[in-house]
């Protein structure tokens, strides 16, 4: 029989993807500078020249048999010493390269290890707002997620709503920081107590608590804010990292996860890993991406421009009369609707041809996602548009 659970999620489709498409359409109709599309985090920076640099060299000195075989599933044993020195030196860590394993972009990493850590009837953690797709993986393997609200207007995290929320069916917390959609920024001091109390409670339960670290946008963040790095403070966190940010390449879906050494049952959970890369198919992440991203690490594409962005539409938005939170990192966005319905404020918004996100996509009703990774030039074009908008509401000044 087809899956039930999988014929949910599919067949829900995308709301992202759904405005995106309307928006591809609406181009067509009315000229694609006039629709300002701010539905998907794709990444507008292009690539660093490094980037470029290191592919052309991989194809025209590496032997073609070498390049586009088959490699080990947890990837090309270089690659993985590479990234092991990386975060070691990045934050004093000591990883080897048995502990790195490629995957495909974040969501694959997330993915598998829902499937290893998880069993029906067991409980996640994760704060919100938050990005949907962690519900998909979480119940495909009968799972609950349990939602923790973050703080209101600030979204921060409500440590003691975390503390609460833990039982003894928990498994798993799953820490998205800085966060998509809020672009809000986790602080040292918050991480710390977050994870005294998690170490706390996987004594008093006498079983491992794991904290799933998802950071694609750990490069991007503004005004030197620090994106503390959780393995550093808690054994259990498994860090999830993919380049398709901090390099803009989100097709070509290369990513890997870090298990600490002293994780608890940490071989018996490399081990599961890589069963699971065999049960998904989730195996042997393309060579030629695997050894140019390992020439690159510690570079990026020109995340500057996102920076320039945010405060481009901030200072736009705020004059016109709305009001959000100013996102630390990440490049998004959440402005609060007007009356309180992003359902209905996305709405609003798509009679102008400006596509934003409910908020309620991201278990964060009363808001909408404004994703500012585009041209600088669609956000100015995009101003008179919020602002036949916010009259219409009567917000502005």
Request: net charge negative; aromatic share 10%.
């Amino acid at each position: 029989m087809i899956s039930e659970t999988a014929l949910r999620w599919g067949g829900g489709g995308s709301i992202i993807r759904e405005l995106s498409a309307y928006g591809a359409q609406r181009a067509r109709e009315v000229g694609p500078e006039n629709v300002f599309d701010f539905a998907i985090g794709s990444p507008s920076a292009d690539p660093p020249p490094t980037l470029h640099a290191a592919v052309r060299r991989l194809m025209d000195f590496v032997p073609p048999a070498e390049l586009h075989t088959y490699v080990p599933a947890p990837g090309i044993p270089a690659v993985r010493a590479k990234i092991a020195d990386y975060l070691n030196r990045s934050f004093s860590m000591a990883y080897r390269p048995e502990d790195i394993c490629l995957t495909d972009g974040a969501s694959s990493a997330l993915a598998l290890l829902c499937r290893v850590l998880l069993a029906p009837g067991e409980e996640v953690i994760i704060p919100t707002p938050a990005f949907p797709e962690y519900w998909v993986y979480v119940e495909a393997m009968g799972a609950t997620v349990k939602a923790v609200p973050c703080l209101a207007e600030s979204f921060q995290l409500d440590l003691a709503a975390l503390e609460a929320a833990v039982t003894e069916r928990t498994a798993l917390v799953i820490l998205n920081s800085p966060n998509n959609p809020s672009g809000a920024v986790y602080p040292r001091e918050d991480l710390e107590q977050l994870t005294a109390m998690l170490s706390r409670r996987e004594r008093e339960l006498g079983r491992p608590i794991y904290l799933l670290a998802d950071e694609p946008y750990r490069e991007l963040v503004y005004g030197g804010t620090e994106v503390p790095f959780l393995p550093g403070m808690y054994p259990d966190a498994i860090y999830c990292y993919s380049f398709s940010k901090s390099l803009s390449i989100p097709g070509e879906r290369v990513g890997f996860l870090a298990l600490h050494p002293e994780a608890a049952e940490r071989d018996r959970l490399f081990d599961a890993i890589q069963g699971a890369m065999r049960i998904t198919g989730y195996l042997c992440v393309s060579p030629l991406f695997q050894l140019a991203a390992a020439e690159c690490l510690g570079t990026t594409a020109d995340v500057s421009v996102y920076e320039r962005n945010r405060d481009l539409i901030c200072d736009g938005l705020r004059r016109l009369g709305y009001q959000f939170p100013e996102p630390q990192g990440a490049f998004y966005l959440l402005l609060k609707a007007p009356e309180g319905d992003g359902r209905a404020f996305s709405r609003r918004c798509m009679a102008e041809d400006v596509l934003v996100v409910p908020g309620e996509e991201f278990f964060c009703p009363g808001y909408v996602r404004l994703a500012y990774c585009v041209p600088e030039e669609r956000l100015r074009r995009a101003l008179p548009a919020f602002r036949k908008i916010a009259e219409s509401y009567g917000i502005l000044p």
